[in-house]
């Protein structure tokens, strides 16, 4: 009797896991394309992504054959052009992800109508067993023993209860993993129409990150009227105030060091910051170009003071850990008067870190928003004082 119990505690727990009417009109909506339509759909969408992706790498490799090259007019103009027509192919990318995406979405809906209908059969056979054991688990062996005319016709009784008290138990656990598999197809589907909103405000931002460059290089061609020697001027006299601009923050910088307490540093070990940026078809997760403490001609033989990222133009970047935004700035005071970290986002960590990301084509939080850990924040570019798009992540002692 005990056992018939649990059995009928079971029974309940999991009978009270439905699908939503929400669900299954969602699942009935796909009625019209036959799964295997849409997984040849998929399949198309697949490789036409493969093919985006390398023609992006392409573009990629050709903008980093570019950048080797010296400081000129042509060049500047070449990596606008390259970096617009690689957005180009990132839009389509976002476009067509966002295509395949939602197919898929279509096809976990089938998986959910059948997993429902599976659930309904089911429970329909559990309740069938439940009213055979429900007529006859009252009785114990011995009542089942004397009733019958022989000792084998009453062991054979037993024996057709204890099968059905196997089948119900085995039911019960089959029933449960339906529940559990669609939940987990639940979350895969709302996984994927996350993913369905990134990819369409990715696509927003780049094609308004595609609009500024075009506008960039309008004004690179009327500032320098398309000769070389004006370039090579503006940009000595960049150069010039840049460096005077570094030499104010190094004087901070030292500063600051001087006042430092390592103490109060997390304790060294993997994942106190995570990697921000990621995903291939948003732009892979980068190489570092130039290192924290390495020195450059770019600053005069001076230490880096961050970690250089190279990426391509538009990469989402994201947040290296839980914070709040203390500043959304620009240090750039035209398209042609670029200077420091340009378009830049700083965030102040609970562990009395701050993370800055500098040189971004475009900023998506503000000040005073939480952010939390992989949460987009901006994409990179190369405003500022950049020979190429990039992302500079800074890393600063922060008391809270």
């Not at 985006?52 to 990629?60: D, M």
């Not at 004006?230 to 923050?249: F, G, H, K």
């Not at 839980?322 to 970290?341: E, I, L």
């Amino acid at each position: 009797m005990n056992q018939f119990r649990q059995y009928f505690f079971v029974f309940l727990l999991v009978a009270t896991v439905a699908p939503s009417r929400f669900m299954i009109a969602e699942a009935q909506t796909a009625a019209t394309v036959g799964k295997n339509q849409l997984q040849q759909q998929i399949q198309d969408r697949a490789q036409k992504l493969d093919e985006l992706n390398k023609q992006i790498e392409a573009v990629n490799n050709n903008l980093q054959q570019v950048q080797e090259q010296g400081s000129s007019l042509k060049k500047e103009v070449s990596t606008i052009d390259s970096s617009i027509k690689q957005l180009n192919l990132n839009i389509n990318a976002d476009q067509i992800q966002n295509q395949k995406l939602s197919l898929e979405v279509q096809s976990l809906s089938y998986d959910l109508r059948d997993i429902s209908s599976s659930i309904a059969d089911k429970k329909k056979a559990i309740a069938v067993l439940f009213q055979e054991l429900q007529k006859s688990d009252r009785d114990n062996l011995l009542i089942i023993l004397l009733r019958n005319d022989n000792l084998s016709a009453g062991i054979t009784e037993a024996q057709s209860l204890d099968d059905l008290r196997s089948q119900l138990g085995t039911d019960i656990d089959n029933l449960r993993n339906l529940s559990t598999e669609y939940q987990n197809k639940l979350q895969q589907g709302a996984d994927k129409k996350d993913q369905i909103a990134l990819h369409q405000e990715n696509l927003q931002n780049r094609k308004a990150i595609v609009q500024e460059q075009q506008q960039s290089k309008q004004a690179l061609l009327a500032a320098t009227k398309d000769k070389e020697s004006a370039y090579q001027s503006q940009l000595t006299e960049l150069q010039q105030q840049q460096s005077n601009i570094s030499d104010e923050i190094s004087k901070i910088e030292d500063q600051l060091r001087s006042q430092f307490n390592e103490s109060v540093l997390p304790i060294k070990r993997h994942g106190v910051l995570a990697w921000p940026v990621k995903m291939k078809i948003d732009g892979g997760v980068g190489l570092v170009t130039q290192h924290f403490g390495e020195k450059s001609y770019l600053y005069r033989g001076k230490p880096h003071n961050g970690l250089d990222i190279g990426v391509p133009l538009g990469t989402p970047a994201y947040a290296a850990d839980d914070g709040v935004v203390v500043a959304v700035d620009n240090n750039d005071v035209t398209s042609r008067r670029k200077y420091q970290y340009g378009k830049y986002v700083l965030i102040r960590h609970p562990n009395e870190l701050a993370t800055l990301y500098g040189h971004l084509s475009r900023q998506v939080v503000r000040v005073g928003q939480t952010v939390k850990r992989g949460e987009l924040i901006g994409y990179s570019g190369s405003t500022g004082y950049a020979t190429g798009p990039h992302l500079h992540l800074g890393l600063y002692w922060s008391p809270i």
